[in-house]
């Protein structure tokens, strides 16, 4: 049995200047290495990330026949949905790419393969999440970027609230990863329950809100948080809903805390894999 208690090693070294300084360092380093690794092949990087951006571009199109037809959906309209797909297409491009990890946790652990974390003198779970980047993910960012320029307030106000939905987002996506990839603590392999629910999350975050009723809605916003993401473009982007602003940002903080507690939880029952690896 190999276990580490890095959660309060990690709390220990953030809150010394020094040590918090050279961990900002190893996340940066981390973040290049991922980046010059992806792109040793440059026209493979590039025709991933160009097919990401292609596949995203394939439902902008059908949205935009839509709305050329009907100019509202119950209450939203084009520039709304645009902004969804932004949202939502950024909050997880992000994610994938500087935390891109987090969807193979379950595989870590069921596998074993969290022992070369554990011998690292870093926080477990952030070296977890920052040692993988998805190429495919930059071109969601690129996307998300793409869209914003052309439908999104570009105003200083437009701006920073269409920051503040790109955090909530990643964030939600992020820490909803972990929660149901640390699953496999407990339940043994999961790679394919915690693929279905984060998919699930994933699809349901590109539709309106608004297209949706009675248990179906309650679901979006408790079991898959994906209300929190959709609704943004209404609630944050058109207008300032204070109530589901802060209702957003109480539950990404609570998946934020949710996610730690319950990956250093679940580490505690973590058996070794016997995986003498090593990692810089």
Not at 82 to 99: E, K, P, Q, S, Y
Request: net charge positive.
């Amino acid at each position: 049995m190999l276990t580490v208690d890095s959660k309060s090693a990690a709390i220990s070294e953030m809150g010394q200047p020094g040590k918090f300084k050279r961990l900002i360092r190893f996340v940066w380093d981390c973040w290049k290495l991922n980046l010059a690794g992806a792109m040793e092949f440059r026209l493979s990087f590039l025709l991933t990330a160009g097919m990401m951006i292609v596949n995203n571009v394939v439902w902008i199109v059908f949205w935009g026949i839509y709305f050329g037809r009907f100019q509202v959906l119950n209450g939203w309209e084009l520039q709304d949905v645009m902004m969804l797909w932004a949202i939502a297409a950024g909050g997880f491009g992000t994610m994938a790419a500087f935390f891109g990890n987090a969807m193979r946790i379950s595989n870590l652990i069921a596998t074993g393969q969290l022992d070369i974390y554990l011998t690292q003198p870093k926080p477990v779970l952030l070296h977890v999440l920052i040692s993988r980047m998805s190429v495919s993910a930059i071109g969601d960012m690129l996307f998300a970027l793409l869209i914003y320029i052309a439908f999104g307030d570009k105003s200083g106000l437009g701006f920073i609230k269409f920051g503040l939905a790109m955090v909530l987002s990643t964030l939600i996506f992020l820490f909803f990863t972990v929660i149901v990839n640390c699953l496999a603590f407990w339940l043994g392999s999961t790679e394919g329950l915690s693929f279905q629910l984060y998919n699930a999350l994933l699809t349901f975050t590109t539709y309106p809100t608004s297209i949706f009723r009675g248990l179906g809605k309650i679901v979006l916003f408790t079991v898959l948080p994906a209300g929190f993401i959709s609704y943004l473009p209404i609630g944050l982007l058109r207008e300032a809903d204070v109530p589901f602003i802060l209702g957003a940002i109480g539950v990404t903080l609570l998946l934020c805390v949710g996610g730690i507690g319950v990956f250093y939880g679940g580490l505690r029952r973590y058996a070794s894999g016997n995986m003498m690896g090593l990692r810089r």
